[in-house]
T-cell receptor, first 116, second 116 residues
Framework: AQKITQTQPGMFVQEKEAVTLDCTYD???????LFWYKQPSSGEMIFLIY??????QNATEGRYSLNFQKARKSANLVISASQLGDSAMYFC?????????????FGGGTRLMVKP | DTGVSQDPRHKITKRGQNVTFRCDPI?????LYWYRQTLGQGPEFLTY????????KSRLLSDRFSAERPKGSFSTLEIQRTEQGDSAMYLC??????????????FGEGSRLTVL
């Protein structure tokens, strides 16, 4: 079984500042993948970034980076230079890499609000 | 637009009625997923298909729910005898499955169901 915990229901950040969204996970799978998705008010889940459990380096995609600490079972998302358009729900998710179905298990989400 | 499309986007129905949602995945994706998302929560897995075969169903999928993907392309999710607890956003996603390094899911904008 897999479990994702996001302890911050809501976060505020000033425009142009960086923000960290927390994610901890629990799994018995020896290898797994971690994902972050953004869900704006339109409802569509937008893939942001991926981290494999055996990847040597922390993942980065533009302004998004993933602070992966395997021993702590955490995969925090860092958004640099926040923009007003970053205001949305953010979900951390994972799947076991032996999971043939590719099903993702999601956390409860964090609502990020960017202040002008 | 070549993304995942869902129809209808919104459905309001009375308790006891049947409803059907349709999902058209990205054309080259052989895997299709249904998730349910209630207000303020992360998406919960319902079921997934590889081509036309339904390979896994969550315990959340009661006998009143049925999903099909008859030709391995579009899928339908039917809810019979709707209950107020069925009110949620129903998200469809597709993926390439094997061969994709990250295996991220591509989501549609969802179908929001309100049961009165």
């Amino acid at each position: 079984a897999q479990k994702i915990t996001q302890t911050q229901p809501g976060m505020f950040v000033q425009e142009k500042e960086a923000v960290t969204l927390d994610c901890t996970y629990d799994t018995s799978d020896p290898s797994y993948g971690l994902f972050w998705y953004k869900q704006p008010s339109s409802g569509e889940m937008i893939f942001l970034i991926y981290q494999g459990s055996y990847d040597q380096q922390n993942a980065t995609e533009g302004r998004y980076s993933l602070n992966f600490q395997k021993a702590r079972k955490s995969a925090n998302l860092v958004i640099s230079a926040s923009q007003l358009g970053d205001s949305a729900m953010y979900f951390c998710a994972m799947r076991g890499l032996n999971n043939a179905g590719n099903m993702l298990t999601f956390g409860g989400g964090t609502r990020l609000m960017v202040k002008p | 637009d070549t993304g995942v499309s869902q129809d209808p986007r919104h459905k309001i129905t009375k308790r006891g009625q049947n409803v059907t949602f349709r999902c058209d995945p990205i054309s080259e994706h052989n895997r299709l997923y249904w998730y349910r998302q209630t207000l303020g929560q992360g998406p919960e897995f319902l079921t997934y298909f590889q081509n036309e075969a339904q390979l896994e169903k969550s315990r959340l999928l009661s006998d009143r729910f049925s999903a099909e993907r008859p030709k391995g392309s579009f899928s339908t999710l039917e809810i019979q005898r709707t209950e107020q607890g069925d009110s949620a956003m129903y998200l469809c996603a597709s993926s390439l499955g094997q061969g994709a390094r990250t295996g991220e899911l591509f989501f549609g904008e969802g179908s929001r169901l309100t049961v009165l």
